[in-house]
């Protein structure tokens, strides 16, 4: 049975929780999400999921595969300049995912692991790995814009071909799809319906890593090295005035979940600290807006998990009720109300706004491929090639 941590909408301005994602089909595999298929080896596609907890598809590649390949695809068309003329991707977000994916592969091989680097379309690297080791699915988590939609579809058709199955996992949210109290298609196009709506949900476990990860499969494969700036496109002069540019917002951050945690840390740490000086000098200054700001790079890569920051502030909360010795206090501390710090609150209602962007991001996304298919708007009836099968995480 699926643990569940405690309402947060009920403390949160009547707090109102996420719609309900319907499932995708996926190609070629019909059962449950993370049973094996065949028993054969398999890969792990990391993308906007870079860390190592809380992570649904390596759990259930873990209990699914006899061994298992973790690999990262640079995709050419996330680079360059967009029709507009704009960077898709800056060189300040090229360097965070570097240290980000640098981070990662040390944590792979610190558990026996590592992580396979390529640079392709997805859609070409994947099946040519999956025939060169023999595998039988592909695990990954799910985007929600059209672009991502597209590569998944592309991705799925091409498996299909080579004789496996991918299998996308809902992630990336505090709130998962299958427990939102609506379809993704009915979903309520503003923010404060979409709170009312989601009011008395409940947040799900962050899913535990694996006690051992699967090895590597026997098949020998080069991991291959991380691309330079340089390779990744970014010319000698725009390296160089970023080099200069100390005072760049971003130029000072740096990728990993490693990272991530360590700055959730210091916050719990120092909120801990104001909770001790309100309690004795009635101060009530809030970290958390600041907070917000700051850790929102390592959300949007993947590298912390916003259950997991969800969990760790409302144990913080309560730890801070129980020092107290006022049960009450945590709606407060939840709320911001004149009697608790808004910060907690003020993040919270962060993490909840910017589910429903995420949210409203793929209802959009996929009514809009039904629409050009010609048929119904339901996640649940969008073709497997073009919204491969999702196995709610």
Not at 16 to 42: C, D, E, F, H, Y
Not at 164 to 184: E, I, M, N, Q, S
Request: aromatic share 8%; charged share 20%; net charge positive.
């Amino acid at each position: 049975m699926q643990v569940l941590l405690p309402s947060l909408a009920t403390c949160l301005l009547t707090a109102a929780l996420i719609p309900q994602l319907p499932k995708r089909v996926t190609g070629g595999n019909s059962g449950p999400p993370g049973m094996p298929a065949g028993r054969k080896p398999a890969l792990l596609w990391f993308r906007n999921d870079l860390r190592l907890h809380d992570h649904e598809p390596l759990a259930a590649a873990c209990a699914g595969a006899t061994s298992l390949l973790p690999v990262y695809v640079f995709d050419p068309r996330e680079f360059g300049k967009s029709p507009n003329g704009f960077d898709k991707t800056g060189p300040y977000r090229a360097k965070f995912v570097l240290e980000a994916l640098g981070d990662l592969r040390a944590k792979l091989r610190a558990a026996g692991s590592d992580l396979l680097v390529r640079t392709g379309k997805p859609e070409d690297v994947l099946p040519e790995l999956v025939r060169s080791i023999g595998a039988g699915s592909v695990y990954c988590h799910g985007e929600v814009t059209a672009e991502d939609a597209k590569v998944e579809g592309a991705v799925s058709k091409a498996l299909d071909k080579a004789g496996a199955a991918l299998k996308v996992f809902w992630g990336g949210t505090l709130f998962h799809v299958d427990d939102l109290p609506f379809k993704l298609a009915t979903m309520p196009p503003n923010y404060s319906d979409f709170r009312q709506a989601l009011s008395g949900r409940d947040v799900r476990q962050p899913v535990e890593p694996p006690a051992q990860l699967k090895g590597l499969p026997a098949a020998s494969v080069c991991p291959g090295e991380l691309p330079t700036l340089r390779q990744l496109g970014f010319d000698a002069a725009t390296l160089s005035r970023c080099a200069g540019d100390k005072d760049a917002a971003g130029a000072h951050l740096r990728g990993g979940e490693t990272e991530a945690l360590q700055r959730l840390s210091e916050f719990v740490a120092r909120f801990r600290g104001q909770q001790q000086q309100h309690q004795q000098h009635g101060n009530q200054e809030a970290a958390a807006p600041n907070f917000c700001c700051k850790i929102s790079p390592w959300l949007a890569l993947g590298c912390l998990s916003p259950r997991q920051l969800y969990v760790q502030l409302q144990q913080t909360a309560g730890a801070a009720v129980a020092s107290a010795k006022q049960p009450a206090l945590l709606p407060v501390l939840l709320c911001g109300t004149a009697d608790g710090p808004a910060g907690m609150q003020w993040l919270l209602f962060e993490l909840l706004w910017r589910d429903f962007f995420r949210f409203i991001t793929k209802k959009y996304t996929v009514t809009g491929m039904a629409q050009r298919l010609g048929t119904s708007s339901s996640i649940k009836e969008v073709p497997a090639t073009a919204a491969p099968a999702m196995a709610m995480a």
